[in-house]
């Protein structure tokens, strides 16, 4: 086996069934990094991105309880992309460095995938050996998001047009997966996808 640990990325437009297949992957034995989530650690009251959030957007970005509103900052940078790209410079040096930070602390025998919704709108694709990209069909993304996050189309929209196309997540693809029909043929996807990655690590 190659002491050299593969790094391992795993993107896809929101909704497109990202954490579905973290989850599958996880129950082969995946360590899943969750970029969502240290983002979520970040923003909880102490953290250092609340902190910046709330000096850069100011006190209406808090709840009366003192969390994060989501709801609110979220309406600000979906509507505006300046305001987001302000959002996006405070937040994803802190996700970075604590993804190094999990990635080095993780065992050197497992396989480690970072799961990053915006993987390729921060051009991290070139520092990764694979990236795995999930797509499924719009129309299937929008009702999702209506149906699971009460959005309205616009709101889901926004949130679409916020990110990468599907093209240009394809173009640094090295695995495509399709989600475009149920769980049981994106589990042979990721059933497929995880003998494959063994291999080439054992290769
Ligand atoms: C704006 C916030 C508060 C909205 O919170 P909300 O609970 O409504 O959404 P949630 O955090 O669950 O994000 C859901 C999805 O939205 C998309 N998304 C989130 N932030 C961004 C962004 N800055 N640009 C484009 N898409 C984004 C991603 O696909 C993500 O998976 C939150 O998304 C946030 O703080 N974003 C900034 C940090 C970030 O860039 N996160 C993305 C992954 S590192
Ligand atoms: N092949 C599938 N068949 C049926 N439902 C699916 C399939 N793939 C994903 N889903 C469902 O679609 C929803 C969105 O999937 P998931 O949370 O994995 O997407 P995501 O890309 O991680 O989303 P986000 O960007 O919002 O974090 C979930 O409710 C999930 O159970």
């Given at each position: 086996m190659s002491s050299q640990r593969p790094r391992i990325g795993l993107t896809g437009g929101i909704a497109s069934g990202k954490s579905t297949v973290a989850s599958l992957l996880a129950e082969r034995g995946a360590l899943i990094i969750d970029a969502d989530r240290i983002v979520r650690e970040l923003q909880e009251p102490g953290g250092a991105g609340l902190a910046a959030i709330v000096e850069a957007f100011g006190p209406a970005m808090l709840t009366p309880e003192g969390q994060l509103d989501r709801a609110a900052l979220g309406a600000l940078v979906f509507a505006d992309d300046q305001a987001r790209e302000r959002l996006n410079g405070l937040i994803h040096p802190l996700v970075r460095a604590e993804a190094a930070a999990r990635l080095a602390a993780a065992p050197a025998e497992q396989l480690v995938v970072e799961d990053i919704p915006l993987l390729v709108e921060t051009g991290q694709?070139?520092?990764?050996d694979e990236v795995i990209v999930v797509q499924a069909p719009l129309e299937v993304r929008l009702s999702r998001m209506e149906r699971d996050r009460g959005m309205s189309r616009e709101q889901a929209l926004g949130r679409i047009q916020a990110q990468a196309s599907d093209e240009e997540r394809a173009a640094v693809a090295t695995q495509l997966i399709i989600n475009d029909a149920g769980l049981p043929e994106l589990e042979a996807q990721v059933r497929a996808l995880w003998g494959r990655l063994l291999a080439s690590r054992e290769g």
């Open positions: 694709a070139p520092s990764f």
